[in-house]
């Protein structure tokens, strides 16, 4: 039956972040506090970042949205704490190419436990809702930059 | 009844098409309906036989082309029962016709304290237009509540609209509950007041005979691709007294009388509205979807997409955890049907619907604020329309029980 | 130059027909273009195969659909060379881009004392919008004048762009003169005195490549029907600065981001603007027609309508009694030729002509201050497209022998 | 070749009556004044009537326009002279019906020449252009009336 070909995107892991997501919740004390909504499906995602060292310190963040937007958040606050705004920003390009299909060979070593959402490349639709929260920390952590070159990033689809 | 109920998908080749390997079964009608092979057809001869601009040919394709043009205008008053052909104006769609009411009747005939009434279950093309003039003129925007069921509470109508309303703007249907609104009453309270009544027509002319007079309306506004036409043209209806006082909004080509270098005259209604070079195939598109429609009846498409809707939902409503909007009684809604699944994101759920071959909607239908009065993030959506048949509404329960199923280990 | 210098002709069915018993010749290009059979099938093949609704969907067939608006987009940028695509607003055509300019962009950026300069060549969908926001905001509205063969006057333009102007908008080519202005040298006058640089580009985009940075105009608007793709859909391209500022003006659809029941906000530039659903198949067909052009190449354009302009220009100059108006070299020409004929009126020379089986047009070509400005009721008009050959121009001129044969015992 | 069609519309008594059309000028006294446009080619017509024991007493017009539309205004001159406004009611609707291809039987009685423009059916364009006059007369002597039951008379294109 065709629902076979949905694992490809509901991986277990996957499943798994979205029921039980990590780092969610709020911070006590942020350097950055950020909403951002996906209007097509009535999704909002909160992100708080807390800074130190030129580096992600903690994060947490809360809202509604689907699955995938939801396991994406929880996988991305998990890679992202450590990191530089430079690094953060590789991972950011890194995901949005590998969700539309173009894949790089580095991406299990930028992105960790999120290159699994590799197989959202396959379901166009739900694009958005995997870059919502990458979308997020990259204004987080770069709110001085206009013009992006992350191309889903000036797509306000 | 029999099993192949009706042959009508025959005159779609669209859906004859696989989707994810599956059979298509198209479930998304409230936002876009399928065109028959004759208004496809109608649109390819007019571009190979008798493609000019209108009015302003003397040549004999311009001529062809005009009176296409105008002879849809009759059939569209026909098609409502307007009064006169001169109150039928072509614009882009729902939105734009309600737009251009909000714009130039509202902005001057309305003034600040006076009251526009909408409803909770607006979609944004009937609410912002009127939040916004609201903003522009100072007038207050009042929200009619709803019932438990999703129907108008004609007790909040009574309240709301008072004798400092200029404006009542209601939907014919939901695009999302699957109600008719009694628009007939409402119209009356709103004249008792002397408040104008604005009719949103985008999901209820699609699917049962509109009459204008009969709903007493002011405006009346519908999409032409809703109704099995082409993109990119709907249709404005308002009374010619009214039209006759309101400004025009898109100044050049036919709308205009005479130009002298610091004054402009301008035709009468509908001409004055239809600036530039209007959408002609898709007038004549139109044309056709009519035509389609009017020759199996409209009480008939009615009937056909109620069996259908009698057949599926009792078999949804029977769907543990599976949450139906609006009324739960088949005999009070058209073929839209809105719901969601356990604890399950709609777009989950849509995405898995699609996976089957089943295409429905996601989100929140251009309708924020009916999403927050339900206290839901989203809804899925299936809408049905002539061409689907209680096969399709089968798929629809098989592939929901399915879903359920693939998602029983839980997400969110 | 062989005698059938192209083929082009093959690719638009509707030219083989006979119309009046004769061969058709369609020279109402400046009115509408015809279509070629790619751009037809564009839209049958989104019609049978894609056809949803866009942006809203999560299933295939509004992927694909989205996926097909949004590439349009792009190609649209790259076949003006326009920075970015975001810049790119879909319209229903010229009329409506240029409207959108003067009620977003003139509303709030124009006041009382401000001038807006227009010339004496523009279509009323280039004048009666600035017109009215004079009115409406008690700014000045002022006419470049034309050289006696109906080119700009230079010395004009910089005597009426000063420092109080606001806005200066003028046709990119004219509908009537055949002429072509010099908007890189004007936008940059323009400029030296802080207004803004509006082009009208409904009769430049079709015949000649458009570069809107190199002409330097900060607002470009066209229709679609007349480059050959469907009716009802034109862009507008502004700089992303001036979107940016620009209020959005039909509400309703995708141009939300968010809808509370008292305030909403907006989506960017181009989807502010983009109220309701859009004419989606038009958006589809106007992509296959400029791969149809580009294909072609913008450059081969406009040489073959030139080659067959200065075949046909000295030959209708030599019939006595034929006044031409706008530049007597073909080098300085468009495709666009307006004449009058002895003291027939314009309407039954076209009449005469139509009957002969070639179609052209006759009146004020929505340019009545021109024709005052010209002195004439009104004129004829031919005008040629990529499709139209040395030979058709032959069968104008014989027409127009023709005619003056039939009405030499005089009329009026 | 196809120009002999044309003889169909411009027909001698037509050309003659644009050359030298009949009551073409102003009058020194007039009890309707009224000009009439037809937007789409430029023509404007202006008519005066002067109205006496209820009938028209005399008439004149003048502006520019095509042959049909100034032979048209020539010929109608002629024929309402001496007729009263409901008479002209009924030349005006019989007019109307003849150019849009619904000739009847007295046309010949009821329009006298003008009866000879029965040829502009057969030129759809032009229907505009023979009625102008016609529009102007009846709004001339009925200008009290709203709703015109002739056709023509409500599309203002
Ligand atoms: C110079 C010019 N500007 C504007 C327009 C208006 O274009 P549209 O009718 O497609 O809006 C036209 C075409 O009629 C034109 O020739
Ligand atoms: C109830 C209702 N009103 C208005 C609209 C807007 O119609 P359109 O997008 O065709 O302008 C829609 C459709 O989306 C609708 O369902």
């Known amino acids: 039956m065709a629902l076979s070909k949905l694992e490809n995107l509901y991986r277990q892991m996957i499943l798994e972040h979205a029921t039980h997501p990590h780092h969610h919740g709020s911070l006590k004390k942020a350097d950055q506090d950020i909403e951002l909504r996906n209007p097509t499906c009535g999704d909002v995602l909160t992100l708080q970042v807390e800074l130190k060292d030129g580096k992600v310190a903690d994060i947490a963040f809360s809202g509604s949205g689907c699955t995938i937007s939801q396991a994406s958040a929880s996988m991305m606050t998990d890679e992202v704490v450590g990191k530089t705004p430079e690094q953060i920003g590789k991972m950011v390009v890194a995901f949005s190419e590998m969700v539309t299909g173009n894949e790089s060979d580095d991406v299990d070593e930028l992105l960790g436990d999120a290159a699994i959402l590799a197989g959202v490349a396959q379901f166009p639709a739900r694009i958005k809702c995997a870059t919502l929260a990458w979308k997020a920390i990259y204004q987080a952590v770069k709110a001085d930059d206009k013009k992006s070159t992350v191309g889903f990033l000036r797509h306000d689809e | 009844m029999g099993k192949k109920m009706n042959s009508y998908a025959e005159d779609f080749p669209i859906l004859k098409q696989k989707v994810n390997d599956e059979q298509l079964v198209y479930l998304d009608n409230a936002a876009t309906a399928q065109k028959p092979r004759a208004v496809i057809e109608a649109i390819t001869d007019y ?3 008798d493609n000019a601009n209108v009015h302003r040919g003397v040549h004999t394709l311009a001529e062809r082309a005009t009176k296409d043009f105008e002879d849809v205008r009759s059939k569209v008053a026909h098609f409502i029962n307007a009064p006169s052909k001169d109150e039928v104006i072509y614009t882009k769609g729902t939105t734009e016709g309600l737009n251009w ?4 009747y509202g902005q001057t005939h309305v003034k600040a304290g006076d009251e526009i009434v909408i409803s909770y279950m607006e979609h944004h093309s009937n609410l912002v237009p009127w939040q916004q003039l609201a903003h522009r ?24 609209i008072t004798d400092k309303t200029a404006i009542v703007a209601l939907a014919h249907a939901s695009n999302v509950l699957g109600v008719v609104n009694p628009l007939a009453e409402i119209s009356r309270i709103a004249h008792e007041h002397g408040a104008i009544m604005v009719a949103d027509g985008a999901q209820s002319t699609p699917h049962m ?13 519908f999409s032409g691709h809703k109704l099995m036409a082409p993109t990119g043209i709907g249709i404005l209806w308002g009374k010619s007294e009214l039209l006759d006082e309101m400004p025009p909004l898109e100044f050049g080509g036919e709308m205009i009388d005479w130009v002298q270098l610091q ?12 600036g530039g070079t209007q959408n002609i195939a898709g007038v004549v598109g139109l044309g056709a979807a009519i035509d389609y429609l009017e020759k199996i009846g409209m009480d008939n498409v009615q009937k056909q997409e109620r069996a259908v809707v009698q057949a599926v939902l009792p ?5 543990e955890g599976l949450t139906i909007y609006g009324p739960q009684d088949a005999q009070k809604r058209t ?6 699944l356990d604890n399950l994101h709609p777009h989950d759920v849509a995405t898995a ?22 206290n839901v993030p989203a809804t899925a959506r299936a809408s049905f329309y002539l061409y689907n048949t209680i096969e399709d509404g089968q798929r629809l329960v098989e592939a929901i029980k399915a879903t359920k199923e693939f998602f029983k280990n839980g997400t969110i």
């Open chain 2, 47 to 49: 571009y190979y036989h």
């Open chain 2, 101 to 104: 009411v909000a714009a130039s």
């Open chain 2, 137 to 160: 003129t100072g007038a207050k925007l009042k929200y009619i509540s709803l019932q438990p069921d999703g129907q108008l509470d004609m007790s909040s109508v009574r309240q709301e």
């Open chain 2, 209 to 221: 005979k509109i009459d204008v007079q009969e709903l007493g309306v002011d405006f009346f506004a």
């Open chain 2, 263 to 274: 004054e402009t005259t301008f035709k009468k209604a509908p001409w004055k509205f239809e």
């Open chain 2, 315 to 319: 078999e949804l409503q029977q769907i």
């Open chain 2, 335 to 340: 073929g839209v049907i809105s719901f969601n």
């Open chain 2, 353 to 374: 619907l699609d996976m089957e071959g089943v295409a429905i909607r996601a989100g929140h239908h251009c309708a924020q604020p009916l999403m927050e009065y339900l």
